[in-house]
T-cell receptor, first 110, second 112 residues
Framework: DAKTTQPPSMDCAEGRAANLPCNHSTISGNEYVYWYRQIHSQGPQYIIH???NNETNEMASLIITEDRKSSTLILPHATLRDTAVYYCIVRVSNDYKLSFGAGTTVTVRA | NAGVTQTPKFQVLKTGQSMTLQCAQD?????MYWYRQDPGMGLRLIYY???????DKGEVPNGYNVSRLNKREFSLRLESAAPSQTSVYFC???????????FGPGTRLTVT
């Protein structure tokens, strides 16, 4: 399984875009990139996933580099409620199991 | 639609005691999972059930057993609790042919 590397923490100003990087240099061609987040004491929440094209939904955008060795999760207008731990996970599409690393602790400041 | 529910929310056990953590989902999902999260760490998969009638070990299955009672319910049993099993336990479910897992609120277990 491809491993991921994320910065341990980052700060973001409220109302600004938050760009969360993730390195996955050993990713295989059939592995997807997933992002989840965990707000303090709650269960994780799915955000978005992608294979090689950029993806956007109501929560965020996912930008995957052409060589697929890294990706960036973009929260377009961060709010205080976006303060959470964000996990970047790489998995094949039919693999039922998720493996969560330490993630990035994002703190949105007013 | 309650989503994924877990009982109890909190539990304190003495070493050697047994207990069962309950999980239920009302979304008609095929797959269900049990994870544990130790302080300051990410979640680790204990057991999962890809579909009703099947269960498989995850990353850290030792000391646990599971039962997929029916499509809705997936329970996790600690036969002889140890202090190393002090953790927050999360249950999750996933619909067939989709990628997103839905998590419950967690059970906070302390073993003294």
């Amino acid at each position: 399984d491809a491993k991921t590397t994320q910065p341990p923490s980052m700060d973001c100003a409220e109302g600004r875009a938050a760009n969360l990087p993730c390195n996955h240099s050993t990713i295989s061609g059939n592995e997807y990139v997933y992002w989840y987040r965990q707000i303090h004491s709650q269960g994780p929440q799915y955000i978005i996933h992608g294979l090689k094209n950029n993806e956007t939904n109501e929560m965020a955008s996912l930008i995957i580099t052409e060589d697929r060795k890294s990706s960036t999760l973009i929260l377009p207008h961060a709010t205080l409620r976006d303060t959470a731990v964000y996990y970047c996970i790489v998995r094949v599409s039919n693999d039922y199991k998720l493996s969560f690393g330490a993630g990035t602790t994002v703190t949105v400041r007013a | 639609n309650a989503g994924v529910t877990q009982t109890p929310k909190f539990q304190v056990l003495k070493t050697g005691q047994s207990m069962t953590l309950q999980c239920a989902q009302d979304m008609n999902h095929n797959s269900m999972y049990w994870y544990r999260q130790d302080p300051g760490m990410g979640l680790r998969l204990i057991y999962y059930s890809a579909s009703e009638g099947t269960t498989d070990k995850g990353e850290v299955p030792n000391g646990y057993n599971v039962s997929r009672l029916n499509k809705r319910e997936f329970s996790l049993r600690l036969e002889s609790a140890a202090p190393s099993q002090t953790s927050v336990y999360f249950c999750a479910s996933k619909p067939a042919q989709q990628y997103e897992q839905y998590f419950g609120p967690g059970t906070r277990l302390t073993v003294t």
